[in-house]
């Protein structure tokens, strides 16, 4: 009987320690919320950090963004329900995804203004917003949390 609680007790610490956010993760109590979007979690290996964050555009979207070495290099939306001609059109194409990465590379520079220059021509602005608002909580987040 307490070799079978050993083993299960063990097994629930490893359990509790593989959920964590890595070793080189700070101490971060998620969800964390910001003006319109709410970073959800994080991955960190090294230098490398993953925030996973939930935004609202005509409809609900998660996004993983990805931090290397300081600098924003990946934005990408995992999930979402945007409809296929509208804001869909946006979040697969890419181009915020890819402007906001491109604007915010040096994030010794971060700058909050220069994101309300993304444009969408679809007309599907909540959406075109809601990528904006996640660009800008996951370097809000990034610095807070993660920057040297």
């Known amino acids: 009987m307490k070799k079978l609680l050993l083993i299960a007790v063990f097994a629930l610490v490893f359990t509790v320690a593989a959920c964590g956010n890595g070793d080189d993760a700070p101490d971060v109590e998620y969800p964390v919320e910001y ?5 959800t ?3 960190v290996d090294g230098d490398t950090v993953v925030l996973t964050i939930d935004g609202e555009g005509f409809y609900p979207m998660t996004a993983e963004v990805t931090f290397e070495g300081g600098a924003m290099t990946d934005f990408v939306v995992i999930d979402h329900e945007e409809s296929a001609d509208w804001g869909g059109v946006i979040i697969e194409r890419g181009d915020i995804q890819s402007s906001i990465v491109d604007q915010w590379d040096d994030l010794d520079n971060f700058d909050i203004s220069p994101y309300k220059d993304v444009d969408a021509d679809t007309g599907a602005t909540a959406t075109a917003e809601a990528l904006e608002d996640i660009g800008v909580a996951a370097v809000e987040h990034y610095l807070e949390y993660y920057a040297d």
Do not use: C, E, K
């Open 35 to 39: 003006f319109n979007a709410t970073v």
């Open 41 to 43: 979690g994080s991955n």
